[in-house]
Nanobody, 122 residues
Framework: QVHLVESGGGLVQAGGSLRLSCAAS????????MGWYRQAPGKERELVAT???????NRADSVKGRFTISRDNANNLVSLQMNSLKPEDTAVYYC????????????????WGQGTQVTVSS
């Protein structure tokens, strides 16, 4: 069993900051890419940022210059520092990871966290 547990969401005023964290635990052989997605009401889930095991990052244009993704490989953690938040950043944020489970090291499976709400008030 593999689990992703997110923390750090909440309510913040526009211009404020929040930091999201996600910890992967369980029977893990290795973790490849980790990342964050978000889904606003009435919209499809969209990519926010991803980071490879080597540290290469990718971010949506809408968050460049404001959000920073980082990773702690030793502790299977991924974080998202969100600065200069805008009301349009309001969404449920989901952690995502591509993991090779211990029992199936040749298979890469995609796991999702349960989601954490981020609300930015104007």
């Amino acid at each position: 069993q593999v689990h992703l547990v997110e923390s750090g969401g909440g309510l913040v005023q526009a211009g404020g900051s929040l930091r999201l964290s996600c910890a992967a635990s369980g029977s893990i052989f290795s973790i490849n890419a980790m990342g964050w997605y978000r889904q606003a009401p009435g919209k499809e889930r969209e990519l926010v940022a991803t980071i490879t095991s080597g540290g290469s990052t990718n971010r949506a244009d809408s968050v460049k210059g404001r959000f920073t993704i980082s990773r702690d490989n030793a502790n299977n953690l991924v974080s998202l520092q969100m600065n200069s938040l805008k009301p349009e950043d309001t969404a449920v944020y989901y952690c995502n990871a591509r993991i090779r489970p211990s029992g199936y090291p040749l298979s890469e499976l995609v796991y999702w966290g349960q989601g954490t709400q981020v609300t930015v008030s104007s």
